[in-house]
Nanobody, 115 residues
Framework: QVQLVESGGGLVQPGGSLRLSCAASGSIFSTNVMGWYRQAPGKERELVAVITSGRRTNYVESVKGRFTISRDNAPNTVYLQMNSLKPEDTAVYYC?????????WGQGTQVTVSS
């Protein structure tokens, strides 16, 4: 079993920054992919960014140049630095880890971008 605990969400004005963190514990294998997804009201959950255990990254087009995903492998923690936030970034952000064919999710953290 794997547990994921997110932190760092909140309310921020447009143009502001937030940093999300997600700590993974339990049976973590050395090869895995960690990522952040988000779900806005009335919309489907979408991929925001992923990072492999080898630190290869991929981003959805709408956040490129504004968000940065990073990770520590010991302990297994993934971060999402979000800059130049826009109202359309408002969503519940979920941490995710995939390893050996299994996927685990965190409970989600709310990010609200509003003046």
């Amino acid at each position: 079993q794997v547990q994921l605990v997110e932190s760092g969400g909140g309310l921020v004005q447009p143009g502001g920054s937030l940093r999300l963190s997600c700590a993974a514990s339990g049976s973590i294998f050395s090869t895995n992919v960690m990522g952040w997804y988000r779900q806005a009201p009335g919309k489907e959950r979408e991929l925001v960014a992923v990072i492999t255990s080898g630190r290869r990254t991929n981003y959805v087009e709408s956040v490129k140049g504004r968000f940065t995903i990073s990770r520590d492998n010991a302990p297994n923690t993934v971060y999402l630095q979000m800059n130049s936030l826009k109202p359309e970034d408002t969503a519940v952000y979920y941490c995710n880890i995939g390893q050996r064919g299994e996927t685990y999710w965190g409970q989600g953290t709310q990010v609200t971008v509003s003046s």
